[in-house]
């Protein structure tokens, strides 16, 4: 204790300049003047008493400069100095200073802001107990390559009761459904949950009660969200007790959560209990488990994959190929977005490499122009490592200027750029993007490392020489000298760097414009949607939802400015990729378990009419498809090629299961064009669509799309007013037009284009400066040399193409590494983007001609300078 | 007179505390004096490594220091023991005896010894 306050008193003196100003002197010549007074006193002569006492205190400046070093730290003596005379030097090199902290704040910032993002996401624990305990399992199909698919609930009990490597397993699923109060109904997003769910997780509801285990008889129930409870119930506790609507039925409310709770970043506004189903094959379910005490992931992964395997001998129908894939709840919620992430993360961490090696290099440059100063005060006796540390002062300077301003660039930037993609991303932790301690500790850490990168190395290239010849050296200034081979290798290292983020970059941009002007196979233009959701209890019968379909058909219709309308249930690229089981009359099933697989869909009469949809064969969904009528289907042309290779399809007939005891017989009526149903990077698969008219199928979710006159965005409001003529207790959960569809269907890859594009647009920008740094130092060192090449003759072009030769040079080794690193980099980018083609040579060769030219663009300028060199006046500087 | 031992490191900071305790304040000149006298002239103190001891000291908050004035009118800068300064005397003068018990007992001649 007593040394460190010591140690706090030295270093604050230290800090403070104040082991300058002190009394030592006063201190030392009192005890003198005792010391001679009492000498005289013993009958010495004064001269004689003067020099005893000063040879009994050992010298008087050494005893003074012990004291000076006691009373202060002299490591941080030396360290203020040091800071002193660095700042000083930098502000009189302002272009230089400024260039390079610039540079390096670019660097810094870009990994500042990218990182707060990543240490929301992916770093901060999610909002659960002990969240390192907690892993999700999914079932895996290696057939149909699912590696993230539901299970069913029996095999969820099965997991559960058998499994030994987990504490507790609870299972949710997704469910958006209207949810009714007083004043409204809205489509709220929900989730079903075992009743052990909020225990496993180890959150309980902030008032009220979680779930009991659910019985048949069990009361209907239901668990709100913190917002969604103080929007609807102003936050008062009477809430608990009262009802709200759930899909018509009322729930009684037992319980609220904690604010901004959500399992997996969903923002979900109601839980549910989870009721029981039967039904091995409908896997709706997410597990979650927490494992035990010492359990390894790994060892449960064995366990799992032995009851998955059991389970498969077991119910061969069901659980065939089924897998279970465990990934801790922290990746398994962020997984969507992780990959991404580490990309940025990793790109940007290329554009600080090449923010250092520019800032290295421009000490390299200024130690050059320095070497007179450094020999002068080598030559006045101070050590080398004193002058390396004097030399580093300066970096760290630099890098801590750089580093501040950078993590004011990252805190303007990073919670804009949150913002931005945070209705696209829905992953926990993206709302909460902020520069906190964790984004702070990165940014010094990334600052100092940084620092010392392009620091050192530099440091001690100054100082590589005898002094005595950096003095001579140094005053023959206009001996023809080419940059220092350290100096080249950095500029080729961040041109090959810039040139693979560029091709990097290059890949992603020319993915999204392929992806943008892939034809999707339909025409969005004029068109407006409403997604709906019938509550299933009243329309539980097919005249009920038939008689919706058509009233609110009719009043869409009879809107001014509508001149069609239809239902649909999937419209096209809406990232659902959900296939049925049928079966073909006539043709054997490819295997004795499952039927032939497609994607189901249901469209109105005259929807691919309005969609703009071709009609290959056959008619399309009419009028006179009525219930009653025999039930018909439209298939596109990938069901026809797949399911009727060579023969017409027109005609055949299929059987679609309804459920374990109901079928439904439908008759091939004609064939359309295939549309990206999914995505656009994704090709279009089988399709097999009905008449919402005949289906049997009972889905809730539904979509009406209207075809109109104008503006499309102008029929919002009437639309909606429309279908709530229609049905009021139908809600509406989204209008949008078909052309934002499109748009947003691509947000995700124009978002890397743009993210990865500017990155590389910005190692560009840097790779460029550090080019023109070099070869303008360069022809300040060879000055003379050309001065001489001018008074000989050399016209001024030769000049130019002299220059210019110097820095291609670079470049083209630059080039030449880079599109080796590039070709191997973008084949991470398969993963990143659908549709992502690496080592695409039309993308590496206008990548390569953007940096050449770019390249010459950073030389030319100097070399003009180079050129126009007087040879009078450069001759004379001799 | 055999050789004068050097002050041991260490030791030095417990001979001043002990030298402030006995006399009161005094002058670096009058502790450097008094340590002197005390050990019979038998130590060579070098007075310049009193003062940067002295400034530990006081770095420590084991001694105060003040400028003032000398018996025979000189301007002089005075040590003061302090509170914890008197406690440190304590504990390290406890710590030197059982010290130099264990080492006394170290070299008297034993029984064992050969």
């Given at each position: 204790m007593r040394a460190l306050r010591a140690w706090l008193l030295r270093l604050g003196a230290s800090l403070s300049g104040?082991?300058?100003?002190?009394d030592v002197a006063d201190e030392l010549n009192s005890h003198l003047a005792f010391h001679i007074e009492d000498n005289i006193r013993a009958g010495m002569s004064p001269a004689e008493a003067r020099r005893v006492a000063l040879l009994k205190l050992g010298g008087f400046s050494q005893t003074a400069e012990a004291i000076r070093e006691q009373r202060a730290l002299p490591f941080f003596d030396t360290l203020r100095q040091d800071l002193v005379y660095a700042v000083r030097v930098l502000r009189r090199n302002r272009a230089f200073t400024t260039t390079a902290v610039v540079t390096f704040a670019l660097g810094v910032g870009a990994n500042s802001a990218i990182f707060s993002i990543v240490n929301a996401i992916l770093l901060r624990p999610l909002p659960?107990?002990?969240?390192?305990q907690l892993v999700m399992i999914f079932a895996t199909e290696a057939r149909r390559s699912l590696q993230f698919d539901g299970v069913s609930y029996p095999a969820f009990i099965d997991w559960q009761e058998q499994n030994?490597?987990?504490?507790s397993m609870a299972a949710f699923a997704n469910r958006d459904l209207p949810l009714g109060t007083s004043d409204e109904v809205v489509v709220a997003r929900g989730k079903v949950v075992s009743a052990n769910l909020f225990d496993v997780v180890g959150v309980q509801p902030a008032i009220g009660r979680a779930f009991r285990e659910w019985r048949p008889q069990s009361a209907d129930v239901v668990i709100l969200s913190d917002g969604f409870w103080k929007r609807h119930?102003?936050?008062?506790?009477?809430?608990?007790?009262q009802t709200v609507r759930i899909d018509e039925r009322p729930h009684t409310i037992v319980g609220v959560m904690p604010p901004r709770f959500t399992l997996d970043g969903d923002s979900e506004e109601f839980f549910q209990p989870l009721g029981l189903d039967?039904?091995?094959?409908?896997?709706?379910l997410r597990t979650v488990g927490r494992l035990r005490p010492g359990v390894t992931l790994e060892q449960a992964r064995d366990d799992m994959s032995a009851i998955t395997r059991r389970l498969e001998r077991l119910y061969p129908d069901s659980h065939a190929g089924v897998g279970a894939n465990l990934v801790p709840m922290a990746d398994a919620v962020a997984r969507r977005v992780r990959m991404g992430l580490l990309t940025i993360m990793s790109v940007v961490g290329v554009v600080l490499l090449i923010a250092c090696a520019n800032v290295a290099s421009l000490l390299l440059a200024r130690g050059a122009t320095r070497q007179q100063e450094l020999a002068l005060r080598a030559a006045l006796g101070a050590g080398r490592l004193r002058l390396v540390r004097q030399l580093l002062t300066e970096s760290a300077v630099i890098a801590a200027a750089g580093g501040a301003l950078g993590l004011l660039v990252a805190h303007w930037t990073a919670s804009a750029l949150a913002a931005a993609v945070a209705d696209q991303f829905r992953v926990p932790g993206i709302q909460s993007v902020r520069t906190d301690g964790m984004v702070l500790l990165f940014t010094i850490g990334v600052s100092v490392a940084a620092g010392l990168g392009f620091g050192v190395a530099p440091a001690f290239a100054c100082l590589s020489k005898d002094p005595n010849d950096r003095l001579r050296e140094a005053s023959r200034s206009a001996t023809a000298r080419r940059a220092p081979r350290a100096r080249r290798g950095l500029v080729i290292a961040e041109t090959a760097l810039a040139l693979a983020l560029l091709v990097g970059g290059g890949t992603l941009i020319k993915t999204f414009l392929k992806l943008r002007s892939?034809?999707?196979?339909?025409n969005s233009a004029s068109l407006i949607k409403a997604d709906l959701s019938l509550p299933l209890p009243s329309f539980w019968q097919l005249d009920t939802r038939v008689g919706f379909y058509q009233a609110a058909l009719q009043r869409v219709r009879s809107?001014?400015?509508?001149?069609a309308a239809a239902f649909v249930s999937i419209l096209p690229l809406n990232n659902r990729n959900n296939t049925e089981s049928f079966h073909i009359v006539g043709k054997a099933d490819p295997s004795p378990t499952r039927g032939f697989n497609a994607v189901f869909n249901m469209a109105s009469a005259g929807y691919f009419r309005m969609m703009g949809i071709p009609i290959r064969a056959g008619r399309e969904?009419?009028?006179?498809?009525?219930?009653?009528a025999p039930d018909v289907a439209v298939i596109n042309e990938a069901a026809a090629r797949a399911f009727w290779p060579g023969e017409s399809p027109l005609g055949r007939q299929i059987v679609l299961p309804i459920n374990d005891e109901a079928s439904q017989i439908l008759t091939v009526v004609g064939v359309v064009g295939d549309v990206r149903l999914a995505s656009l990077g994704i090709l279009p698969r089988p399709e097999i669509v009905v008449s919402p008219m005949q289906?049997?199928?009972?889905?809730?979710s539904t979509t009406i799309v209207a075809q109109t006159e104008?503006?499309?965005?102008?029929l919002a409001a009437p639309l909606r007013a429309a279908v709530h003529s229609a049905n009021p207790l139908v809600p509406i959960s989204l209008i949008a037009t078909v052309d934002d569809v499109v748009s947003n269907s691509i947000v995700e890859p124009r978002l890397y284009a743009t993210l990865l594009g500017a990155f590389a647009l910005l190692a560009l920008v840097l790779a460029c400066v550090g080019l023109y740094g070099l070869i303008a130092y360069s022809v300040s060192q060879r000055r003379h040399e050309f001065g001489v090449r001018v008074a000989l003759g050399a016209a001024q072009s030769t000049i130019v193409r002299l220059v210019v030769g110097e820095g291609l040079h670079l470049a083209a080794a630059g080039v030449g590494i880079g599109l080796v690193v590039a070709a191997a980099a973008t084949r991470l980018l398969v993963g990143l983007v659908v549709g992502v083609e690496p080592q695409d040579p039309v993308t590496f060769a206008a990548v390569t001609f953007v940096l050449v030219a770019a390249t010459l663009l950073a030389t030319y300028i100097p070399a003009r300078r180079a050129a126009r060199v007087d040879p009078i006046a450069a001759l004379r500087d001799e | 007179m055999a050789d004068k031992a050097d002050v041991w490191q260490g030791t030095l900071a417990l001979m001043v505390l002990k030298t402030l305790e006995t006399l009161g304040p005094l002058h670096g000149y009058g502790i450097a004096r008094r340590i002197e006298q005390t050990s019979a002239h038998h130590l060579s103190l070098n007075?310049?490594?009193?003062y940067p001891a002295l400034l530990k000291l006081e770095q420590e908050g084991y001694v105060t220091s003040e400028w003032g004035v000398s018996d025979n009118n000189r301007k002089a800068k005075f040590y003061r023991l302090t509170r914890a300064g008197r406690k440190q005397l304590e504990k390290e003068a406890r710590e030197w005896e059982r010290t130099t018990a264990i080492l006394a007992r170290f070299l008297t001649p034993g029984e064992e010894a050969p």
């Open positions: 104040r082991a300058r100003r002190s659960l107990a002990e969240p390192s030994r490597s987990f504490e119930f102003a936050g008062s506790p009477s809430a608990i007790g039967t039904n091995r094959n409908r896997g709706f892939t034809p999707p196979g339909f809107l001014p400015g509508v001149r969904v009419e009028e006179r498809d009525a219930a009653g289906s049997r199928l009972r889905g809730s104008g503006d499309p965005k102008a | 007075y310049g490594t009193l």
